[in-house]
Nanobody, 113 residues
Framework: QVQLVESGGGLVQPGGSLRLSCAVS????????MGWYRQAPGKQREFVAH???????NYADSVKDRFTISRDNAKNTVYLQMDTLKPEDTAVYYC???????WGQGTQVTVSS
């Protein structure tokens, strides 16, 4: 059974930073790309960032140059470093194991003064 567990969300002021983590159980982590998505109230879930098994990354235009996705295969964990946060980044953030139906439960990020 594969489980994805996000952590690191919270309330932060505009311009602040947060680092999200997604810990993956099971031994298939290193065999799959990983992604972060987010869903704001009343909106559809949207792509944020992907990282391949070899570490290649791509980002949504709205977060490029502010967010950084990374992975630690030794810890079965993918991270999302979020800097220069804006109120419009407020959403529930989910991690996904690409090419599978595995999703985490989500972690709330609120950017507000």
């Amino acid at each position: 059974q594969v489980q994805l567990v996000e952590s690191g969300g919270g309330l932060v002021q505009p311009g602040g930073s947060l680092r999200l983590s997604c810990a993956v159980s099971g031994s298939i982590f290193r065999l799959n790309g990983m992604g972060w998505y987010r869903q704001a109230p009343g909106k559809q879930r949207e792509f944020v960032a992907h990282i391949s098994t070899r570490g290649s990354t791509n980002y949504a235009d709205s977060v490029k140059d502010r967010f950084t996705i990374s992975r630690d295969n030794a810890k079965n964990t993918v991270y999302l470093q979020m800097d220069t946060l804006k109120p419009e980044d407020t959403a529930v953030y989910y991690c996904q194991m690409l090419g599978t139906g595995y999703w985490g439960q989500g972690t709330q990020v609120t950017v507000s003064s």
